[in-house]
Nanobody, 120 residues
Framework: QVQLMESGGDLVQPGGSLRLSCAAS????????MHWYRQAPGKEREFVTT???????VYADSVRGRFTSSRDNGKNTIYLQMNNLKPEDTAVYYC??????????????WGQGTLVTVSS
C-alpha cells in the first residue's frame, strides 16, 4: 500500500510563512505529477498547485506569487512554501497523487491533510 503524509501545518499570523511537506511511502516505482489541494470549512476542495517530476509548476490564481511548490524525487516528497499568508488561506491542505505506480499496479492516493490556520 502507498501513503501520502502531509506535515507542517500550524497556526500563523497574517503575513507569516509556513512550509508544508508531503512524503510518499510504500513500494513505489514512480509517481507522476503531484498536487496540493485545500479545503476551507464549509467550502469545496480547491486546487492549489501542481508540481511535475521535472519540477514544472502550476498555481491557482489565489496563491500565485505567494506560494511556491517544489519536488525532491529522491525522497518522493513535494513541498509547499507559503509566504504572505492571508486569513483566506486557512484550510486543510491535502497532497494528491493521481498516479502512483507500484509493482502491483497504479494507485490514486490522497493524503490525510494538514491544517493551516491564519489568524491574528
Amino acid at each position: 500500500q502507498v501513503q501520502l503524509m502531509e506535515s507542517g501545518g500550524d497556526l500563523v499570523q497574517p503575513g507569516g510563512s509556513l512550509r508544508l511537506s508531503c512524503a510518499a511511502s510504500g513500494s513505489i516505482v514512480s509517481i507522476n505529477a503531484m498536487h496540493w489541494y485545500r479545503q476551507a470549512p464549509g467550502k469545496e476542495r480547491e486546487f492549489v498547485t501542481t508540481v511535475t517530476p521535472l519540477g514544472s509548476t502550476v498555481y491557482a490564481d489565489s496563491v500565485r506569487g505567494r506560494f511556491t511548490s517544489s519536488r525532491d524525487n529522491g525522497k518522493n516528497t513535494i513541498y509547499l512554501q507559503m509566504n504572505n499568508l492571508k486569513p483566506e488561506d486557512t484550510a486543510v491542505y491535502y497532497c494528491y497523487a493521481p498516479r502512483v505506480v507500484t509493482s502491483r499496479g497504479a494507485l490514486e492516493v490522497w493524503g490525510q491533510g494538514t491544517l493551516v490556520t491564519v489568524s491574528s
